[in-house]
């Protein structure tokens, strides 16, 4: 960290704010930061592009009446692209033992980083939130990583000298998908988002990136297999992520035509249909797992089964409630997470829905520029997405089936 410097009227540092700052409101949000802090400011030099896609160029003189507060204030207009006009390398240490970070670490966000090396700005590579940063042992490149995956002796940035953040910035809205960006509510036009996601799915997939389904057992419950299966039929979903609940159900709708022992055709509870889980479960076990009871002709229709059947692969995470589980179900919470993290490059659209916890642990892998919808009955759910840091979330507060049967007609208008 730069050390901040005194001054007749306390302590002052100056800072550099770069690019779209004024139709992005980042200015302002750094100039409220330093007062809700404590401190003041002068505006030393402020340069606006005179047209929409110039940018723009503020120099700020941070005030604060003691280190501390200052150094508050340094940290918190950070992370909205604010950096010591002073430049300099980051500051590096050597990990002292396996799974953890040195004291004083820098911690990311999930927007796109760069670091100081040598002299020049080097992007940050694998971005993603509640990380640290690995410097690689040439110098010349820098990567996220857990902390449970540091070793002794690994090269990881501490402070938040040389590092900088390039955060969202409003730019021109396009659609209606980007305007919704904004509090969940039940209220909003439910028709047209539907219309902009799958906007927004057909450009992901003309980018040639892919797309993500993060999905519930929900899915399951209210009839919406059939939804699924065609989007995974028409190459709209290339990647997976569900728990064991959700494809025991899917399993167990193939192969008794319930779930959760109820009979999805009659909507009522089958006879012995609260068995109808484990048996699917014990099936599949017995058949040595989803691929091979597909590659048996025991699995012939379902979510797993398309996926099998088009290649597409999915992470199954469990938990501590898990009945069975499943063979393909991840029990290792950390490999879990390293099989996502390596599912999710190349990622570009987000589809989550009807399941909070997942919803939210991917998200908290995602870097900020990965489009994500959420759709959930409680807009509980999306709410607590956003506020957890993924907040290029769009929030659809609906039961799942009416969505994705609009999601699908609209994609094969």
């Not at 997939?205 to 699924?228: D, M, N």
């Amino acid at each position: 960290m730069s050390t901040p410097k005194p001054h007749a009227s306390g302590h002052v540092e100056d800072v550099m704010l770069e690019g779209h700052i004024i139709d992005s409101l980042l200015l302002p949000k750094v100039l409220d930061e330093i007062l809700t802090h404590g401190g003041n400011y002068l505006l030393k030099d402020i340069r606006v592009g005179t047209r929409q896609e110039d940018p723009s160029h503020a120099r700020i003189e941070v005030r604060a009446d003691s280190a501390e507060t200052l150094q508050e204030i340094l940290d918190a207009i950070h992370d909205h692209g604010a950096i010591p006009a002073a430049a300099a390398d980051c500051a590096i240490e050597n990990a002292d033992m396996d799974g953890a970070f040195p004291e004083g670490f820098y911690s990311t966000t999930n927007y796109r980083t760069q670091v100081r090396l040598d002299g020049e700005w080097v992007d940050v590579e694998d971005q993603e939130m509640d990380c640290g940063i690995l410097i690689d042992p040439e110098g010349g490149a820098a990567r996220c990583i857990a902390m449970t995956l540091v070793r002794k002796g690994d090269r990881i940035v501490v402070g938040r000298k040389g590092t900088r953040v390039f955060p969202a910035e409003t730019e021109a809205r396009h659609s209606l998908f980007e305007f919704m960006s904004s509090p969940v509510s039940s209220e909003k036009p439910k028709g047209v988002t539907v219309r902009e996601i799958a906007a927004a799915m057909r450009r992901t997939r003309e980018a040639r990136e892919k797309i993500l389904a993060v999905l519930g057992p929900a899915v399951v419950h209210t009839g919406s297999v059939e939804h699924i299966c065609e989007l995974i039929r028409m190459g709209y979903l290339n990647v997976l992520f569900a728990g064991n609940a959700l494809a025991t159900h899917d399993i167990e709708q193939s192969l008794y035509g319930t779930s959760l022992g109820v009979s999805l055709d009659r909507g009522l509870p089958a006879a012995e249909g609260h068995e109808h889980h484990l048996r699917s479960i014990n099936t599949i076990r017995r058949q040595g797992g989803i691929r091979a009871a597909v590659d048996k002709g025991v699995l012939k229709s379902g979510i797993m089964y398309e996926c099998v059947r088009h290649d597409v692969p999915f992470v199954l995470a469990g938990s501590i409630r898990d009945d069975g589980p499943l063979p393909e179900v991840i029990t290792d919470i950390l490999e879990a997470q390293a099989q996502m993290r390596e599912q999710i490059r190349g990622v570009g659209f987000a589809l989550m829905i009807a399941t909070a916890l997942h919803a939210i642990a991917t998200g908290n892998l995602l870097p900020a520029w990965v489009r994500v919808a959420c759709v959930d009955i409680n807009p509980a759910t999306v709410t607590k997405l956003s506020d957890r840091g993924t907040s290029q979330t769009v929030g659809i507060v609906t039961d799942a089936e009416p969505f994705l049967r609009a999601l699908v007609h609209d994609l094969k208008s």
